[in-house]
């Protein structure tokens, strides 16, 4: 089953824009990721935040993380055709056998030249 | 840089028929994970490992699927008999002990078509 929900399903920018998604989800969480999925291909892990950290910043990316309205939003800042994928948000909860990630349903974004 | 192998990349298969994929998880890596991802979805995990244990197959339709990593290395997936609904791609993520937020990171995938 799917926790999060991502919005945008679909964003279409032009190169040198920034692009935010959005992701909602519905139980409480320790973590959350995003990943990002090039075309039939597998998942690169993009930036993590813990439940206790509002935002954080890896080189153009910009996440923040808002536990009391359970959401989360990716920012990507100076777009660039590369970055176009699809990107997942993943809620992790901490267990027994490890953190076990729930994705979202992602948003597919398109960086046009 | 250390990469999750996995193959084949791509797989056809009939329904009723019996097919298998294989993971190579990051070197040292002591948790892995099969996800299957149905296309427009996000993944969902399938089964977990700690080293050769299962610690997660709540998620695994275990009638038909099932999972090993004999010597806590790689893995093997095995789907008996294969349905039309198990069209997907199957990937396969490594972490290094599996505590605490640790990164997973993600094989190429495996796509499979039954027809």
Redesign the interface.
């Given at each position: 089953s799917q926790q999060g929900e991502e919005d945008p399903q679909a964003l279409s920018i032009q190169e040198g824009e920034n692009a935010t998604m959005n992701c909602s989800y519905k139980t409480s969480i320790n973590n959350l990721q995003w990943y990002r999925q090039n075309s039939g291909r597998g998942l690169v892990h993009l930036i993590l935040i813990r439940s206790n950290e509002r935002e954080k910043h890896s080189g153009r990316l910009r996440v923040t993380l808002d536990t009391s309205k359970k959401s989360s939003s990716l920012l990507i800042t100076a777009s660039r055709a590369a970055d176009t994928a699809s990107y997942f948000c993943a809620t992790g909860v901490l267990t027994g056998g490890g953190n076990k990630l729930t994705f979202g349903t992602g948003t597919q974004l398109k960086v046009e030249l | 840089e250390a990469e999750?192998a996995q193959s084949p990349r791509y797989k056809i298969t009939e329904k009723s028929q019996a097919v298998a994929f294989w993971c190579d998880p990051i070197s040292g890596h002591a948790?892995l994970y099969w996800y299957r991802q149905i296309l427009?979805?996000?993944?969902?995990?399938l089964v977990?490992f700690?080293d050769e244990s299962v610690?997660?197959d709540s998620q695994l339709p275990k009638d038909r699927f099932s999972a090993e990593r004999l010597k806590g290395v790689d893995s093997t997936l095995k789907i008996q008999p294969a349905e039309l609904g198990d069209s997907a791609?199957y990937?396969c993520?490594s972490?290094l002990?599996?505590?605490?937020?640790?990164?997973?990171?993600?094989?190429?995938?495996t796509?499979l078509t039954v027809l």
């Open positions: - | 999750v948790t427009g979805q996000g993944p969902e995990l977990q700690q610690v997660d791609m990937l993520a972490s002990a599996g505590q605490g937020a640790d990164t997973q990171y993600f094989g190429p995938g796509r």
